[in-house]
């Protein structure tokens, strides 16, 4: 616990950290404005909703793309500055094992991850609902919440599946880290994505990008979702399977990252 609190004292110092959550929730309120100028000057034929309900819907909406990179680049960073200033020696002094440093900034990382999903539940939702109050814009009856916190829930199993990988990279990189980590936790989710344009279910069943969303469409048991969780990874690649593939990207890359870090002589790299 002593790790984690210290790191944490840490990191919430970093420009980068807080300056990207400010961005992101700033950001979202402003998209959220457009859309609200847009339905009050009638510029666009199918009208949004505003309100309770709607305002989460729109949480979700915004967040499942944000989710795709942002807290990947809080893991590159809480590791790759360490190596990038030379401060390996510092954390290390503690008689704590070399895996505990690295669990600690795994955990910071979800900690950030946290505070990403209240803070931009809070203003998103709750901006959206004094619009519903302001806007006469009449309720929406068809919106179904469950759907969207889903998408949510998968990108969160995206992210924790693939944060082992890139501190591993991070680690690999040594003193360019940073750089190779967050551009990785940006780009991978990108160029997996582009798998879909094959439609190929036996290379999308080996990624958690889509793992994770045939995971909870199989979950939801909405209408349609089974089917559409068959498109991405095959009829045959049932919810145990996903979870196993989703288990092997968190476990075997976070294996691999202990296995280099408890080798690597980081404090004779430092002098």
Same mark, same amino acid.
């Given at each position: 616990?002593?790790?984690?609190?210290?790191?944490?004292?840490?990191?919430?110092?970093?420009?980068?950290?807080?300056?990207?959550?400010?961005?992101?929730?700033?950001?979202?309120?402003?998209?959220?404005?457009?859309?609200?100028?847009?339905?009050?000057?009638?510029?666009?034929?199918?009208?949004?909703?505003?309100?309770?309900?709607?305002?989460?819907?729109?949480?979700?909406?915004?967040?499942?793309?944000?989710?795709?990179?942002?807290?990947?680049?809080?893991?590159?960073?809480?590791?790759?500055?360490?190596?990038?200033?030379?401060?390996?020696?510092?954390?290390?002094?503690?008689?704590?094992?070399?895996?505990?440093?690295?669990?600690?900034?795994?955990?910071?990382?979800?900690?950030?991850?946290?505070?990403?999903?209240?803070?931009?539940?809070?203003?998103?939702?709750?901006?959206?609902?004094?619009?519903?109050?302001?806007?006469?814009?009449?309720?929406?009856?068809?919106?179904?919440?469950?759907?969207?916190?889903?998408?949510?829930?998968?990108?969160?199993?995206?992210?924790?599946?693939?944060?082992?990988?890139?501190?591993?990279?991070?680690?690999?990189? %040594?003193?360019? @880290?940073?750089?190779? #980590? $967050? *551009?990785?936790? =940006?780009?991978?989710? &990108? !160029?997996?994505?582009?798998?879909? +344009?094959?439609?190929?279910?036996?290379?999308?069943?080996?990624?958690?990008?889509?793992?994770?969303?045939?995971?909870?469409?199989?979950?939801?048991?909405?209408?349609?979702?089974?089917?559409?969780?068959? %498109?991405?990874? @095959?009829?045959?690649? #049932? $919810? *145990?399977?996903? =979870?196993?593939?989703? &288990? !092997?990207?968190?476990?075997?890359? +976070?294996?691999?990252?202990?296995?280099?870090?408890?080798?690597?002589?980081?404090?004779?790299?430092?002098?």
């Amino acid at each position: 616990m002593s790790l984690f609190v210290a790191e944490w004292r840490k990191q919430r110092g970093l420009v980068f950290a807080r300056s990207m959550l400010a961005v992101v929730v700033l950001g979202g309120a402003m998209v959220i404005f457009v859309m609200a100028g847009l339905d009050a000057g009638d510029v666009i034929s199918t009208r949004q909703s505003f309100g309770w309900l709607p305002g989460v819907q729109l949480w979700a909406g915004l967040l499942s793309g944000i989710l795709a990179f942002v807290p990947l680049t809080f893991v590159a960073w809480g590791t790759g500055l360490e190596q990038s200033h030379d401060t390996w020696k510092m954390v290390l002094t503690r008689h704590s094992p070399r895996r505990d440093v690295l669990f600690a900034k795994l955990l910071v990382a979800g900690l950030w991850l946290v505070l990403l999903l209240a803070s931009t539940f809070v203003v998103w939702s709750g901006l959206a609902t004094a619009l519903g109050w302001v806007l006469p814009v009449p309720p929406d009856p068809t919106i179904e919440l469950s759907p969207h916190l889903y998408q949510v829930l998968g990108s969160v199993l995206r992210v924790i599946s693939l944060a082992p990988s890139i501190m591993l990279l991070t680690l690999l990189a %040594r003193s360019n @880290g940073t750089l190779v #980590g $967050s *551009l990785t936790g =940006v780009l991978a989710p &990108l !160029a997996v994505n582009l798998t879909a +344009l094959w439609q190929e279910p036996s290379l999308n069943r080996l990624t958690p990008v889509f793992t994770s969303d045939a995971l909870v469409l199989r979950l939801s048991e909405a209408p349609g979702a089974a089917e559409a969780a068959d %498109r991405l990874v @095959g009829a045959s690649f #049932g $919810s *145990l399977a996903c =979870v196993m593939v989703l &288990l !092997a990207w968190l476990v075997l890359p +976070l294996v691999g990252a202990f296995w280099h870090f408890e080798r690597r002589d980081v404090l004779s790299e430092s002098e």
